[in-house]
Structure formats: structure tokens, C-alpha cells
């Protein structure tokens, strides 16, 4: 099945720092109109920070939408314009307070297609050395370093429950026993 959907109109419902909501009144392929919430999103990065040791840096931080806090890979927020991988090594050395000489692009995917256009960029972060952390003031975070197989382990047994988080590491474990090699 294929077809694009024909945009009619566009309301702007909302406009904050993070995202932006729409409401659209878009043509459906088969000529029936049809309203379409769209959660507008510059993007963003995760990041697998790996040491030489096979241990991974996670970072536990509480989310509000969520109510709870999760484990989760670093990531961060991309700036309008800005480099995916710029924006990766910033966020790598704001969170955990380590720079990486070796990058490798695991992937970019969809969030959530059903209503945002969000874009999410994988990266595996390697030949770690240490900085200084410099969390966002609304940042709380505590960052852990476990084996990737531990890591692994808490992915299917449910105690990773964030998208990224779960996609980064899988990906991660296959490029590591060679299974998987990015385009």
C-alpha cells in the first residue's frame, strides 16, 4: 500500500522550547481528508560510550513523563541546524565528562512516526579519556558503568525501558561480535 497524504492545512497549536504541536488537515490517498496531530522535533543523538574494557557508561535520570527514573544510554537535544555527531560529542562530554576519538554511526530512526517527526541518531562512542561533566542545571543524572553484556541483560529483563537506550545497546552487542556492520 502505498500514497502520500496531501497537506490542506496547518494550525499551530503550541510552541515551546522542545517540540511544536500542528494540527493538520491533510488528503488521504483515497481523496478522504482527515485531521493529523504532528509533534514537530529539531532531533536528537544517543550515544554508546564503550572503554577499551567492554563497560558502558549509562546515565540514571528521572523523567517526568515517564513519573519514574530510567536508565538510559547519554544523549541530548540537537540544536536547530546543528551536526548530529557535533552534537553528540558535546552532549557525551556534558553528561558523563568524557571525549571520544572513535565514532561510529550505529544508525538514525523515527521515535514515534504515529504522530512525530522526530529523528533519533545512534552513535558508538570509543577510545574514551576523561573531561569534566558539566550537566544542563536541569539535569540531575547519576552515571554507572556496567559490562555491555550487563547492560544487555537489563535490556531483556526489562529494566531498560527507553527506546534509544534499548536499540543503542542491542546494536552495540551485535556490531561488537561482528553481526551487525552499519552502512
Known sequence: MSGAHSLIERKTIFEGKVVRLY???????????????????????????????????????????AGKELLEIPA?????????????RRELEEEIGYR??????????FTSPGFSDEVLHLYLAE???????????????????????????????GEIQDSKSIVGIALA?????GVYRPS
Open 100 to 109: 571520544a576519538s572513535s565514532w561510529t554511526k550505529l544508525t538514525s530512526f
Open 127 to 157: 577510545a574514551l579519556e576523561p573531561t569534566q561533566a558539566s550537566p544542563e542545571e536541569d539535569e540531575f543524572l547519576e552515571v554507572l558503568k556496567i559490562p555491555l553484556e550487563r547492560a544487555m541483560d537489563l535490556v531483556a529483563a
Open 173 to 177: 552487542c551485535l556490531y561488537r561480535q
Open 23 to 65: 494540527l493538520d488537515r491533510v488528503l488521504l490517498p483515497n481523496g478522504v481528508e482527515a485531521e493529523r496531530e504532528l509533534v514537530r522535533h529539531w532531533g536528537a543523538v544517543g550515544m554508546v560510550p564503550l572503554d577499551r574494557d567492554g563497560y558502558v557508561f549509562l546515565v540514571r535520570q528521572y523523567r517526568h513523563p
Open 76 to 88: 541530548g537535544k540537537l540544536r536547530e541546524g546543528e551536526d548530529p555527531l557535533e552534537c553528540a
